[in-house]
């Protein structure tokens, strides 16, 4: 890769395995477990953090070495805050059905720990260039399982993908339904995220187990 | 066969194949001679135990889906005779059509994802499922499709126990773990007044589908009819003595009082469950039920209230419908899953009846709680156990503070005394 060096291609594809935000650090649960009923809500909401990460880290990036450390948290509050207003104004603009499926989740970028994390973790010491990559990485990294969760639970509770009905109809019993499969009501429901989750991280602990803690 | 197991030896398959091998025999690698004393009550014998207890059950279960199936279709008999309506081969015909698939479902399925991780794991089988086994099929309506089953099994070995370490590492009963799977996974097959009765809910689909030379069938459970404050039409179609013996509808297994209650008795003379989360679970459930029943006296709940019907019901008949009885003497008393201490079964048994009883009179779906109950006080159970062990520990180490130490009233001594009494 001529356009990354190594250690900074290490910095988007870190987060994606062996550093992974959700799986590894276990950040960012609550909005997992909430809006991944849906393969298309997740998308979304993938699509969001990363924006929000990018920027936001870019930005506390820039102003790094003036923010003074006492009120800092204040200062990302405010940035993450204000991406996250331009971020819900263009959902309500354009996707008004799905920033209503989304609720109160897309505000609550703003108390995602993986964001403020990376902020005080990586943002505060590096530089834009750099910080912008770790956005990326640890959003992308966010949105991995958040796609992989939504298409379980999307698939196995409602027998649909992005809203198309893969599986045939529930109701008319066609495809699948028709030698009796039933949608699965408990994915619809929250625990199911957790998990599913709990099934990632187990798959991905027993390929890699360098990443099991001792105790 | 034991030449078989040399032959096996280290191989991957072992496991597999030693399961099969200590399940006929009694392994020979125990001690045969010296001063070990060797106990006859291991785990195997338990679980054996357990099954006995649970066979009258299935073969009462067995009669009743079809006696159910009969008397949807056919009304309930005038004059109820044991032998004449209820003990036939037509009955039990239905049973070994119905009932027993379920049962090979649950064990073939659920000992083939033992058999895999044994494999994978590379030690030996355990005997956890036998009980797990025959319990998941005693608590699901008849009519339950058995790929779902199979699901919930899957679902329930592996997240419910293998992922916590296996047989007796497992915080939640594997056997609710797969009920309340298949009660969320599934909420339309698992209540309702269609699904306790074999065939019920294929003609009410067939009639919708427009055949008309079908009858529809229905069979409400006690609690339905409660629920819906439909109590008359409740008392005129089961008696008590109908609840007691179980000639009502409900989950496979569940519905008769009378043989838990026997199967509780055998399982506390063998003691193998203990007396102690039995009795503390029945006195829960009755103080709970005398707690509705005086509300609905005192007028604070009117007859219009949709908790009427369940609130005012007899306090002590809540323990012969549903499946209470059942989960106080076959899932409470889990050892694994139930609190360890004395004191601590006393509390745990209390809560499970007082909860199961308010569940039931409260959850606004499913005029049913037991097997909610039993799973959120498994997952209190260690809690519990610990400020029992605290509470004697603080009290040990009071009585030490104020104990007079004798004679060598060196820091040794007291050491010394404080390491016996902790």
Redesign the interface.
Known sequence: MALLTKKDASLILDPLTDNNPITIQVLGICSALAITAELKASIVMAISVIFVMALGNVVISLMRNIIPSKIRIIVQLIVVATLVIIVDQVLKAYQFELSKTLGAFIGLIITNCIIMGRFEAFALANGPWKSFLDGIGNALGYGVILIIVGFFRELLGSGTLLGFPVLGDPILKTGLYAT???N????I?PPAAL?VV?LII?VQRSRNPALVEEN | MHDLKMKYKGKKMAPAFNAFHTFLFAPNETTHSGSHVRGADDLKRTMNTVIMALVPILIFSMFNAGYQHYSALNGFPENFSVLEHFITWDNFWIGIIKVLPLVAISYGIGLLVEFIFAVIKGHEVEEGYLVTGMLVPLIVPVDTPLWMLSVAVVFGVVIGKEVFGGTGMNILNPALTIRAFLFFAYPTWMSGDKVWVYEARERSEQILAGADNVDAISGETVLGYLAQNNEAAMAAKYSISDMFFGFIPGSVGETSAFLCLLGGLFLIFSKIASWRIMVSAVIGSLVMGLMFNQVVELGWVGETSKFYGLMSFDFWKHLIVGGLAFGIVYMATDPVTGSQTNKGKWIYGFLIGFLSVMIRVFNPAYPEGVFLAILLMNVFAPTIDHYVIQGNVKRRMKRLKNAVVLPRDSDAAAKELKAETV
């Not at chain 1, 699965?184 to 994915?187: A, I, K, L, P, V």
């Open positions: 009796g499969y039933e699965n009501g408990f994915m429901i998990i709990g187990w």
